[in-house]
């Protein structure tokens, strides 16, 4: 072992087993300085984000001191925050895990420059990702642009076996000074959202775990149905939150289905898709640094997307009178999360009945979500917007009433997140109005808004706009 420590730097890997990245901190053999810097780049993100964030902070620097270490929070540039440090303790080198967005990569790029320039150790880690993206190729070299070949090209390729979590951290002889969480005031734009939202979140590494597990022996058999009912309360395994925040490991996840399906487990390939999906989106937000600001597919610059408007501001408040997008609206402001089908839904009703651009649905989601995983979202609103990579045309319009009759037939979803549509509404559906702003000036006691375009219209008026906007 040697005299000099070593920063561990986390970010989005708040936990302790399949971390590569700690595996291969621990074994250097140095004392361990584990910290987590508030940048800019995290400052910039939501605020239903930065409050999960806080929790998971909070979270995970009870389990690093059960460890015998510390979690050290220092504010302010990433290179400067750690060129401080080094010579505070007087560390050897740097670790992380990668991040694969554009804004964080220029940030990593430029710290190990920097540090290796120094003579320090700068070095970076898989660990949020199953397969890193310039290594799943095409037959021509390049990356995958589909999904349904891109799992093909996945599914057979190995994947390590999660690494356990250590029993110690090697402490340092002297800690370097540390801010004070509660001073970030990471649920600050919450404000009085974050007590509604709070008790919906499972925290930590533990609980992710133990959800994993749960799902995999009880509803994972009847994921491939079931996952599209919203009003069904435990059909999908709810890891997207802890996976947001590297609270599980990809590679535990994996293996877990897979011993699933070698058991004949009907829903363990569909699950492993979902998860291959999330892959598929970081793969090409790697290969396309733009895809949450730019429409991938070329010639939609030209597409008549109209900016923020007055339809968009109720489709926000889950006020359009569409009784499938309301709910999922509120469940996202009630929980911060929203199910699955539910997203497709609001999002085509957004960009095509609303005839709204696309990023403008983005930017909520990023400010509403606490599972919030850029390259995900922004996959996710490309994709149903039309302009993204999927091989349907943009006239595939989801019929938000249609897809209330197909997948949520007794209105148990709808009921469940709107107030206005019970005579006795329940507990969730009240604490919509517990965590909205109040200057939105919302009440339950008034009368559901009617619709704010005929969906007939609304399909007509998107196809119009495709025709002129694409010629």
Not at 74 to 86: K, M, N, T
Not at 114 to 131: D, E, R, T
Not at 268 to 274: I, P, S, V
Not at 434 to 439: G, M, T
Request: aromatic share 10%.
């Amino acid at each position: 072992m040697t005299d000099a420590a070593l920063i561990i730097w986390f970010r989005r890997d708040l936990r302790l087993s399949d971390n590569p990245m700690l595996s291969a901190a621990v074994a250097t053999g140095r004392p361990l300085v584990p910290v987590f810097i508030l940048d800019p780049e995290t400052e910039a993100m939501g605020a239903a984000a930065k409050f999960r964030l806080g929790l998971a902070l909070a979270h995970f620097s009870d389990r690093l001191a059960g460890l015998g270490s510390r979690l050290i929070l220092r504010r302010g540039p990433a290179l400067s925050v750690l060129e401080g440090l080094v010579a505070e303790t007087g560390a050897a080198g740097v670790m992380w895990s990668r991040s694969y967005n554009a804004a964080a990569r220029a940030r990593d790029e430029a710290v190990k420059t920097a540090l290796k320039s120094k003579g320090l150790m700068a070095k970076s880690h898989p660990g949020a990702l199953l397969f890193e993206p310039w290594e799943v190729e095409t037959g021509q070299g390049g990356p995958y642009r589909v999904y349904t070949p891109f799992w093909r090209a996945v599914r057979g390729r190995p994947v390590p076996e999660a690494s356990s979590a250590p029993d110690r951290l090697p402490a340092p002889v002297s800690w370097p000074a540390s801010d004070r969480l509660a001073d970030w005031r990471l649920d600050g734009a919450m404000q009085r959202g974050a007590a509604v939202v709070g008790p919906h979140q499972r925290v930590g590494e533990a609980k992710a775990i133990a959800r994993l597990e749960e799902f995999a022996t009880t509803t994972m058999a009847a994921y491939a149905h079931d996952r599209d009912l919203p009003g069904l309360t435990a059909a999908t395994s709810g890891l997207s939150e802890n996976l947001a925040w590297g609270e599980i490991g990809p590679r535990m996840i994996w293996h877990r289905g897979w011993r699933a399906m070698a058991a004949g487990n009907a829903g363990a390939e569909t699950f492993l898709k979902e998860l291959v999906w999330r892959e598929f989106a970081w793969h090409l937000m790697y290969h396309y640094p733009q895809l949450d600001t730019q429409s991938w597919k070329p010639g939609w610059d030209t597409f008549p997307w109209r900016d923020d408007n007055s339809d968009a501001e109720a489709w926000r408040r889950g006020m359009t009178g569409e009784p499938f997008v309301d709910a999922a609206m509120r469940e996202m402001y009630v929980t911060g999360r929203m199910h699955n089908r539910a997203r497709m839904i609001v999002a085509s009703y957004l960009t095509k009945h609303l005839l709204t651009d696309w990023r403008v649905g983005l930017r909520w989601f990023a400010d509403c979500l606490t599972d919030w995983d850029p390259a995900a979202n922004a996959m996710g609103w490309q994709w149903v917007a039309g302009c993204g990579p999927d091989a349907a045309p943009y006239f595939r319009i989801f019929n938000p009433a249609g897809q209330a009759d197909k997948f949520d037939p007794d209105q148990t979803y709808r009921r469940r997140w709107i107030a206005e549509l019970t005579r006795v509404p329940g507990a969730l559906a009240l604490s919509y109005f517990d965590a909205v702003p109040r200057q939105w000036q919302l009440d339950p006691a008034r009368r559901y808004p009617l619709p704010r375009i005929d969906l007939a219209e609304g399909r007509a008026r998107a196809l119009v706009a495709l025709a002129q906007g694409k010629t």
